[in-house]
């Protein structure tokens, strides 16, 4: 059930043209979106050094995956690819191979003297320095570089829109993460929150609506916490100038340049934090069509006892305050969810609350995990794992089937209507089935007839599963008046 559920783990094989006689990059992400990214800057950045990248993983000179240490089957995962690459590499002994992403800080010493299953390890601010790391893995010797950055953000990079379907893309505005959260790896991995300069996100912008592209994500781990000042830390703003603080750009102010300057492009952002999203960032959404209404907002948990163990700085009351100041200035704005349950100590009165506040919002879309301890995180420091195994995923099934009711019941709420679908890519299921989304995220599919991807076609919902709306385009189609619907909890 595709929206679903998450399993916080996604590979993908990244590819371009190759040109005969440049050495060859195979290059694969898993986690989250951020991951996805930062591969396209590295396949910028190494297309400078002569790589092209294939899809080909015996003809790779250089093999790198991008990974995620946010749960425990993303590690198992990428082991796993580890395995794979190096049994190639016996048949391709030329063949040098890389570890990229969160995994790499964490693991570094395992990976390159333990088990020697890499020549390469670069953490996500390092990336500028391949080229010198690449130099020393030629020369045969194994090279690191896991130093995080109080200032990178690749703003100068023009990524490589690799596996792009030519419609939509990702915009990367922040790094880092300052929350600490008890259960998150994030901010060990990839340093301290520090935000993009605007110009630079709007030339990129720029040059993605010029090349043909349809809707832009602002992509970052917290993107309610942009705050651009001249450049630097977060967490310094205090420390800036009386000039710097009255022109400073926080989230709110960036999202409604954007939407001002690119009227024709549907935007999205991602992710956000409840207690760092402002009314004035829901104002902004409310003032612009472009901006689509979806926000995905995590809670992890509808206890307050367990909110307080996971450091989440907001309330389950407060919460709700901000899920009904949503729905007052955006009826329509569809929200999604991340839960994690058998956090430590979880009872089942706080698995109940869970259960209780997903009744109350109920989300059109949840990404739902078991808790897995991770090693460095203050839960893996100070608290025990206590929750069985069996407790953890009957709670985790009753999460699941709650979401699984809610997602059917906010989309059953479009039958009959009509609404805008940006046509992403050809259905799954059937070569004579367009698939797009609609602002609120959901995903549309619809009989090709003579539309083309990248159209904005007004389609007639006549069905739906809990994870996709069915239906046909309306008589006038293509982009035009478009019909919003109120979902009403």
């Not at 198992?76 to 995994?103: A, F, Q």
């Not at 020369?139 to 109080?150: C, E, F, Y």
């Not at 001002?260 to 999203?277: A, E, I, V």
């Not at 979401?403 to 259905?427: C, D, M, N, P, W």
Request: include cysteine; charge should be neutral.
């Amino acid at each position: 059930m595709e929206k679903i559920i998450n399993e916080a783990i996604q590979g993908s094989t990244l590819t371009v043209e190759k040109n005969n006689g440049k050495r060859k990059l195979f290059i694969e992400s898993y986690g989250c979106q951020m991951n996805f990214s930062d591969s396209e800057i590295v396949a910028s950045i190494l297309a400078k050094e002569g790589f092209d990248t294939t899809h080909l993983l015996e003809e790779a000179d250089l093999v790198l995956v991008n990974t995620c240490s946010i749960r425990e089957k993303a590690e198992l995962t990428v082991r796993k690819r580890l395995e794979k690459y190096n049994s190639v590499k016996k048949i391709n002994p030329g063949m040098k191979i890389g570890v990229l992403g969160c995994m790499a800080e964490r693991l570094k010493s395992k990976f390159l003297e333990e088990e020697k299953m890499v020549d390469l390890v670069v953490g996500p601010d390092a990336y500028k320095d391949l080229p010198n790391l690449i130099e020393e893995i030629d020369a045969g010797r194994n090279a690191v570089n896991v130093i995080l950055s109080k200032d990178e953000t690749y703003g100068d990079i023009s990524p490589v829109r690799l596996q792009s379907n030519g419609v939509s893309a990702f915009v990367s505005i922040t790094r880092g993460c300052d929350n600490m959260c008890t259960f998150c790896v994030v901010p060990f991995t990839r340093g301290r929150e520090r935000s993009r300069d605007p110009q630079s996100i709007l030339s990129e912008i720029e040059d993605l609506v010029a090349k043909g592209f349809k809707e832009i994500t602002l992509l970052g781990q917290n993107v309610d916490s942009f705050l651009w000042y001249g450049g630097g830390l977060k967490k310094d703003f205090e420390k800036a100038s009386d000039f710097q603080k009255a022109t400073a750009v926080n989230f709110a102010k960036l999202l409604d340049m954007v939407a001002q300057k690119f009227q024709s492009t549907r935007l999205r952002f991602t992710t956000s934090n409840p207690q760092d999203m402002t009314i004035d960032v829901i104002k902004v959404m409310a003032k612009h069509d472009n901006i689509c209404k979806y926000i995905h907002l995590p809670i992890q948990s509808g206890s307050n006892r367990i909110l307080k163990a996971m450091n989440r700085l907001h309330t389950r009351e407060e919460y709700f305050t901000l899920i009904d100041t949503i729905k007052e200035y955006i009826p329509d704005c569809a929200i999604s969810q991340d839960i994690i349950t058998g956090f430590p100590t979880e009872t089942e009165e706080d698995h109940q609350d869970t259960l209780s506040l997903m009744d109350y919002v109920k989300y059109d879309y949840g990404f739902m995990f078991a808790y897995s301890e991770r090693p460095g995180t203050l839960a893996e420091r100070k608290l025990d794992d206590d929750i069985p195994l069996e407790v953890k995923k009957r709670r985790l099934a009753e999460i699941i089937d709650k979401q699984r009711a809610h997602s059917e019941y906010r989309h059953r709420s479009f039958i009959g209507k009509t609404v805008e679908v940006l046509i992403e890519k050809e259905s799954k299921k059937s070569d004579r089935h367009w698939s797009g989304r609609t602002t609120q995220n959901t995903v549309v599919v619809f009989p090709k007839e003579h539309y083309q991807i990248g159209d904005f076609v007004m389609v007639r919902i006549d069905e739906c599963t809990s994870a996709t709306l069915l239906g046909k385009a309306s008589p006038s189609a293509l982009k035009g008046e478009t019909f919003t619907c109120t979902l009403k909890a």
